[in-house]
């Protein structure tokens, strides 16, 4: 899918191929814009310069991406979000929000709510996600690893005998 974008996508867009993330449900792509000329005064400005790189190119861009996903979307029956990275900053634009369907017991909610009740997520579908986003940062070699070796059986899979 990586090429299916590379192949697709203006080459005056980013400065490298983008990084395309898959899952059952969304294609993230998300490039990296070219670096912003000139000296800042402090962090502050340079966020804010980002910041407004962005926005033109979100706004420059929104005709051709909308075109590139439907497209996409068609190809690999996935909907599309985008997002760029300039300097410090990442942004997306888009993003699915996917429900999930899981049964926790007490203890499970109890962490949640505790979660919610200090206010690091306003409900417990949020802090669900926090709990993910963190366990995720925490575990990324070992999830790379399992990722690695679940694409070893597909491979396996595949070269087995035909149906």
Known sequence: MSS???GRLPDNWFVKAPTVTVDKEEIVVIGE?????????????QAAAEAGRIARFREDTRHERM???RHAEHQFGR???????IGNTQELYTHQSVPVMTR???PER????????????????????WAVRLVGQ???????ELREAMTK??????????K
């Not at 109890?110 to 996600?129: H, Q």
């Not at 059986?153 to 035909?162: F, I, K, N, Q, Y």
């Open 4 to 6: 299916w974008f590379a």
């Open 104 to 106: 926790l017991k007490q």
């Open 79 to 85: 909907k599309v979000s985008w997002g760029v990275e």
């Open 67 to 69: 075109e590139i996903a």
């Open 138 to 144: 925490h575990t990324t070699e070992w999830l790379d």
């Open 33 to 45: 814009l070219p670096p912003l000329e000139g000296e800042f005064s402090d962090d502050a400005a």
């Open 153 to 162: 059986v597909d491979e396996l899979r595949a070269r087995g005998p035909a």
């Open 110 to 129: 109890m962490v949640l709510d505790t979660l919610v009740d200090a206010g690091v997520a306003k409900s417990r579908s949020e802090a669900l996600g």
